[in-house]
């Protein structure tokens, strides 16, 4: 009767684990379609200069992965498509800010929008900073 008992209880904990497991990576799975898509159609907004369309899809991945530079970076490219400097400045800011490594880009952009802003100083210097 004991050697039953434990039979059972290894039955039961082994169908739930596998039970577990087969549902970790399908929702895994699920999230990765989702982003795999937003990410195609992001890269087509960009190719084809819908640069709404592409902030607007940028936006959405982001609340998926904040702390994709991929995603950041061609939302701020979007938004200088757009000649939106206020939402590039924001944008800017949230990439810092949200982003424990941001990828070198991000100074870069920093001098395109210093330069759009007619600030020379500021521009070369965060140029010079990338170069470095």
């Known amino acids: ?28 799975r699920a999230d990765s379609k989702e982003e795999k898509t937003l990410r195609t159609e992001l890269r087509k907004a960009i190719e084809q200069q819908d640069y709404a369309r592409a902030v607007e899809l940028a936006r959405r991945h982001l609340k998926l992965r904040p702390q994709d530079n991929g995603t950041r970076d061609k939302l701020v490219r979007a938004q200088f498509g757009l000649h939106d400097l206020a939402a590039v400045s924001q944008s800017l800011d949230d990439w810092r800010n949200a982003v424990a490594e941001p990828s070198r880009n991000l100074d870069e952009y920093v001098g395109d929008y210093a330069a759009a802003k007619n600030d020379d100083a500021w521009a070369v210097a965060a140029w010079r900073k990338v170069a470095e």
């Open 1 to 28: 009767m004991r050697f039953r008992l434990f039979r059972q209880v290894r039955v039961v904990l082994a169908a739930g684990l596998l039970s577990a497991v087969g549902t970790v990576p399908a929702c895994h």
